[in-house]
């Protein structure tokens, strides 16, 4: 094993005045969004000449965030209650808002065709929203704690969601159902990731343990314990050959799947580790924490070999147990480099402007949130539907640019006359 094969850091991130709690690549542009308790969200551009933008509109900390499957919206979770949409080329913040829950929203996530979002919450609940609507579809219930995160299948026919209940649980987001229930006796899951091949689903505990679950056989395949504290994040390599998880240990781990075991150990934030992420391709992959920063990293191992598996089926995963004193091929340390970069990144902040509700008006929009059966009960359109939040929301900052560039005009003929007046003196 080289240097050369480990993964390096790439870029730092600094402009969250609070811990960072979720990250998310766009799957369309070189773009990561971060959400964070300071409220806010940003958007980050690899480019170094572009500037980071901060989105300021929710009223408490926010938890969780989502890229839509074209990249077009972003979704977002708070424990103000709230869920909202914005759209992250809008100059000025533009987005749309819904109560979603009567407690904090603990995550969110779009379905794969991007017709629905689902989110959980701290009211022991799981909900299904149209996207075009922005309206309540039904609710998926089961637990009997706080839900910390319910993610979609890659097909969309599944929901996986996990609570401090101790379960980790499957439905049918048709049907409503539960169709199956994993038990845990020792601790409680953070968070639940699918791999891509949708076969099994991987979770982060409380227990110091990350574990994966194979849906079709319904038993547990690989479990690591391979951190001192607990891990708060997992994430599947889009090959579906690695994990990468974060632990509140201030430590990264890359598990090798087909091999079984830990392969890297990485450092450099200072304090817990809140998320990781890859990128669509899994050429890079972000990790977040408590220290406030974000970081990209390069993922450099196995190249060819995720190259090759991306788009073919994966086999299934061989029944695997890892323990914490489970050798690792490297170490790799980044705070040391980190030392020389201590000022934070240029950022431009923007408020929220809330969209006109072309769809309902207040009264409407309770009864859908408290459970309408006949709007829980519409199907949405194939095409027209799914995108018209998009449409509605893009219109609204064609708008919005059309008027910052009006008022620029205004303002260079203001210079000019000054200039001319000058000129004559």
Same mark, same amino acid.
């Given at each position: 094993?080289?240097?050369?094969?480990?993964?390096?850091?790439?870029?730092?991130?600094?402009?969250?005045?609070?811990?960072?709690?979720?990250?998310?690549?766009?799957?369309?542009?070189?773009?990561?969004?971060?959400?964070?308790?300071?409220?806010?969200?940003?958007?980050?551009?690899?480019?170094?000449?572009?500037?980071?933008?901060? /989105?300021?509109? #929710? %009223?408490?900390? !926010?938890?969780?965030?989502? =890229? &839509? +499957?074209? $990249? *077009?919206?972003?979704?977002?979770? @708070?424990?103000?209650?709230?869920?909202?949409?914005?759209?992250?080329?809008?100059?000025?913040?533009?987005?749309?808002? /819904?109560?979603? #829950? %009567?407690?904090? !929203?603990?995550?969110?996530? =779009? &379905? +794969?065709? $991007? *017709?629905?979002?689902?989110?959980? @919450?701290?009211?022991?609940?799981?909900?299904?929203?149209?996207?075009?609507?922005?309206?309540?579809?039904?609710?998926?219930?089961?637990?009997?704690?706080?839900?910390?995160?319910?993610?979609?299948?890659?097909?969309?026919?599944?929901?996986?969601?996990?609570?401090?209940?101790?379960?980790?649980?499957?439905?049918?987001?048709?049907?409503?159902?539960?169709?199956?229930?994993?038990?845990?006796?020792?601790?409680?899951?953070?968070?639940?990731?699918?791999?891509?091949?949708?076969?099994?689903?991987?979770?982060?505990?409380?227990?110091?343990?990350?574990?994966?679950?194979?849906?079709?056989?319904?038993?547990?395949?690989?479990?690591?314990?391979?951190?001192?504290?607990?891990?708060?994040?997992?994430?599947?390599?889009?090959?579906?050959?690695?994990?990468?998880?974060?632990?509140?240990?201030?430590?990264?781990?890359?598990?090798?799947?087909?091999?079984?075991?830990?392969?890297?150990?990485?450092?450099?934030?200072?304090?817990?580790?809140?998320?990781?992420?890859?990128?669509?391709?899994?050429?890079?992959?972000?990790?977040?924490?408590?220290?406030?920063?974000?970081?990209?990293?390069?993922?450099?191992?196995?190249?060819?070999?995720?190259?090759?598996?991306?788009?073919?089926?994966?086999?299934?995963?061989?029944?695997?147990?890892?323990?914490?004193?489970?050798?690792?091929?490297?170490?790799?340390?980044?705070?040391?480099?980190?030392?020389?970069?201590?000022?934070?990144?240029?950022?431009?902040?923007?408020?929220?402007?809330?969209?006109?509700?072309?769809?309902?008006?207040?009264?409407?929009?309770?009864?859908?949130?408290?459970?309408?059966?006949?709007?829980?009960?519409?199907?949405?359109?194939?095409?027209?539907?799914?995108?018209?939040?998009?449409?509605?929301?893009?219109?609204?900052?064609?708008?919005?640019?059309?008027?910052?560039?009006?008022?620029?005009?205004?303002?260079?003929?203001?210079?000019?006359?000054?200039?001319?007046?000058?000129?004559?003196?």
């Amino acid at each position: 094993m080289t240097t050369s094969d480990c993964p390096s850091l790439e870029r730092h991130f600094r402009g969250h005045k609070d811990t960072v709690t979720a990250l998310a690549f766009n799957p369309a542009l070189q773009q990561l969004a971060s959400c964070s308790l300071d409220n806010s969200l940003m958007l980050w551009n690899f480019h170094k000449t572009v500037r980071a933008f901060r /989105f300021l509109g #929710h %009223t408490d900390g !926010v938890l969780d965030l989502t =890229f &839509s +499957p074209s $990249g *077009h919206l972003v979704a977002s979770a @708070s424990r103000d209650r709230s869920v909202r949409l914005w759209v992250p080329s809008a100059v000025r913040g533009t987005s749309g808002e /819904f109560r979603a #829950h %009567t407690g904090s !929203v603990r995550s969110v996530h =779009f &379905s +794969p065709d $991007g *017709h629905q979002l689902v989110t959980s @919450s701290d009211d022991k609940s799981i909900k299904l929203w149209s996207v075009a609507r922005r309206r309540f579809v039904s609710t998926l219930l089961g637990h009997s704690n706080w839900v910390r995160c319910s993610r979609f299948s890659p097909d969309g026919n599944a929901v996986a969601s996990c609570a401090d209940d101790k379960s980790i649980k499957l439905f049918d987001p048709r049907s409503g159902q539960c169709t199956h229930t994993f038990h845990e006796s020792k601790g409680h899951a953070f968070n639940v990731e699918w791999h891509p091949s949708g076969t099994c689903i991987g979770a982060a505990l409380s227990n110091n343990v990350a574990r994966i679950y194979d849906v079709r056989a319904l038993k547990v395949v690989q479990h690591y314990c391979s951190h001192e504290g607990p891990v708060n994040r997992v994430a599947f390599h889009p090959s579906g050959n690695y994990l990468l998880t974060a632990s509140q240990d201030a430590t990264m781990k890359v598990l090798d799947l087909l091999e079984g075991r830990p392969i890297f150990t990485l450092q450099g934030h200072e304090g817990a580790i809140t998320s990781v992420a890859f990128s669509p391709s899994g050429e890079y992959f972000a990790s977040s924490g408590v220290d406030n920063q974000v970081f990209v990293w390069k993922t450099n191992f196995d190249i060819e070999d995720w190259q090759s598996a991306l788009g073919e089926e994966t086999a299934g995963l061989n029944e695997t147990v890892a323990e914490l004193n489970s050798p690792v091929k490297c170490k790799v340390d980044a705070r040391t480099a980190l030392k020389e970069l201590q000022q934070p990144d240029q950022v431009i902040t923007t408020v929220s402007q809330p969209l006109e509700d072309r769809n309902s008006n207040t009264e409407n929009h309770k009864s859908g949130l408290h459970g309408d059966n006949k709007m829980a009960n519409e199907k949405d359109c194939n095409c027209h539907n799914t995108f018209a939040a998009e449409r509605n929301l893009q219109n609204e900052t064609i708008n919005l640019l059309k008027g910052t560039v009006e008022l620029l005009e205004q303002r260079m003929s203001l210079l000019e006359e000054k200039l001319a007046n000058l000129s004559a003196k």
